[in-house]
């Protein structure tokens, strides 16, 4: 129980162009969905927060309008990088708490790499 | 909210125990402690989960002394596909202020 997947699991763009990454909860409801970005040899860093039918709370410093998340329904959320540039290249993640929030299972990750 | 101190690095030896232990001083009442595995190029994956005293499950230990203000992840017997990094993640019941720790690298030698 408890799998969350992510498509597509890697993905190559052109410098300027958006680029969306799916994230699922397979076999549960996510009331909250969470996004991470990690770079190499780096930890997990939080991107933003969201619960199933609100706005997306996002972490200091990152962009709003840059990383725009959707989370329409309670088994899907969306994270799109719009005008993509290289240093957005990294490895997104995202989570999914189900009605025990505290308790967040992870998808496989999308490498993004933008040229 | 509760930030987390771990030893960058370990080395082990197939088949002993390891523990790892975590530090979180600013534990909130609400935080619950959770343990993490990752790979690379991979989601980190749940391994045990606790708040206060012992947990046990199928692959791990989680020790919580009273006060909270650290966590102990235990691994008995390890083997060489336990190399990966582990994290310890403090956060709580209203799904907010996780906040994930720099990790500590495990390499297991044959």
């Known amino acids: 129980g408890a799998v969350v997947s992510q498509h597509p699991s890697w993905v190559i763009c052109k410098s300027g162009t958006s680029v969306k990454i799916e994230c699922r909860s397979l076999?549960?409801?996510?009331?909250?969905m969470f996004w991470y970005r990690q770079f190499p040899k780096q930890s997990l860093m939080l991107m933003a927060t969201?619960?199933?039918?609100?706005?997306?709370?996002?972490e200091q410093g990152v962009e709003k309008d840059k990383f725009l998340i959707n989370h329409a329904s309670l088994t899907l959320s969306t994270l799109t990088v719009t005008s993509a540039h290289p240093e957005d290249s990294s490895f997104y993640i995202c989570?999914?708490?189900?009605?025990?929030?505290?308790?967040?299972?992870f998808g496989p990750g999308t490498r993004l790499l933008v040229l | 909210l509760a930030k987390t101190t771990q030893p960058i690095s370990m080395d082990s030896y197939e088949g002993q125990e390891v523990n790892i232990t975590c530090s979180h001083n600013?534990?909130?009442?609400?935080?619950?402690i959770t343990w993490y595995q990752q790979f690379p190029s991979q989601g980190p994956r749940f391994i045990i989960q606790?708040?206060?005293t012992k947990v046990t499950n199928e692959v791990a230990s989680l020790f919580i002394p009273a006060d909270r203000k650290s966590s102990t992840l235990s691994l008995p017997r390890v083997s060489l596909s336990d190399t990966a990094v582990y994290y310890c993640?403090?956060?709580?019941?209203?799904?907010?202020?996780?906040?994930f720790g720099p990790g500590t690298r495990l390499s297991v030698l044959p």
């Open positions: 606790g708040y206060k």
């Open positions: 969201s619960n199933e039918g609100s706005k997306a709370t996002y």
């Open positions: 989570s999914a708490s189900g009605l025990r929030k505290e308790t967040q299972y």
């Open positions: 600013n534990i909130a009442t609400n935080d619950y």
């Open positions: 993640l403090v956060g709580g019941s209203y799904g907010q202020n996780f906040v």
């Open positions: 076999d549960f409801q996510a009331t909250t």
